[in-house]
């Protein structure tokens, strides 16, 4: 016993401990050569086609509500809000509220004052399983078009003085609409504030028949996105977020502002 406490002893002493510093050096490099695999990316890309078929994205659940969003998205999701650590969010496109719950539940760690939540339409059962059942404390909703100029003056008050915003974009998917919601919720962001526009792989995949919808190639987020670019020198494509991901449905979907 005394040799084998002995060898381990030996180990420990001639292993070398990376840095974290140089540990996450490597990551970004390790992130970026992910990218650049075409072998890679077309493996993902096929896997991600064969398994919307079966409404992959739909499956997973925070909190016990339903997220609408790939496990890579979320991850990606929850590394934005802790780097940027926004007093408010404000998420446009509701629907069973898991991407808010998903919000709140980092908003102690976050330090997020608000969470705003936009849709069109919002289930009785779904406000009373959000607000009775899980208590929660941060969360508003508002119901209405996300695009009138009515709610969007109620968001804006809700804004308040707070600087540090992240805006997520999941509500109808159409390239006009988006366009239309980009344009709009980008003026309440400020220098390094991100606006995540949902659902870009809709122009990278075939047109999905099995959910009847009205948008598809040529007609969607990404589309909206590559207008907005053009006319607006304020913002860019954060792409280095999309490197360490395989199945994510926001490719060239993390928008932030620059100046």
Not at 113 to 139: E, M, Y
Not at 232 to 241: C, G, L, Q
Request: net charge positive; glycine share 4%; proline share 3%.
């Amino acid at each position: 016993m005394q040799n084998l406490k002995k060898i381990m002893d030996n180990k420990k002493k001639k292993r070398k401990i990376i840095s974290f510093k140089k540990f996450n050096k490597n990551r970004n490099k390790w992130s970026f050569n992910l990218y650049k695999d075409k072998k890679v990316s077309k493996l993902s890309k096929e896997l991600y086609i064969s398994a919307d078929k079966h409404n992959f994205c739909y499956l997973y659940n925070w909190l016990g509500e339903p997220m609408l969003q790939t496990p890579d998205d979320v991850l990606t999701i929850q590394e934005l809000l802790f780097k940027t650590k926004p007093d408010i969010v404000i998420e446009v496109g509701v629907a069973w509220a898991g991407t808010l719950l998903l919000y709140e539940s980092l908003a102690n760690y976050t330090k997020t004052k608000k969470i705003i939540g936009v849709d069109i339409f919002i289930p009785d059962d779904l406000k009373k399983r959000i607000f009775l059942k899980k208590k929660t404390k941060k969360i508003k909703l508002i119901i209405g078009d996300s695009t009138s100029d009515l709610i969007f003056k109620k968001i804006k008050k809700l804004c308040g003085n707070y600087k540090n915003i992240l805006i997520h974009l999941d509500s109808d998917h159409t390239k006009d609409h988006v366009l239309k919601e980009i344009k709009l919720y980008s003026k309440l962001l400020k220098k390094n504030n991100y606006l995540i526009v949902g659902d870009t792989i809709i122009e990278d995949i075939p047109k999905q028949l099995h959910r009847k919808r009205d948008w598809e190639k040529g007609n969607n987020p990404k589309n909206a996105i590559n207008q907005f670019i053009k006319s607006n020198k304020n913002f860019v494509i954060d792409k280095s977020i999309n490197h360490k991901q395989l199945l994510t449905n926001n490719p060239k979907g993390y928008l932030k502002k620059i100046k």
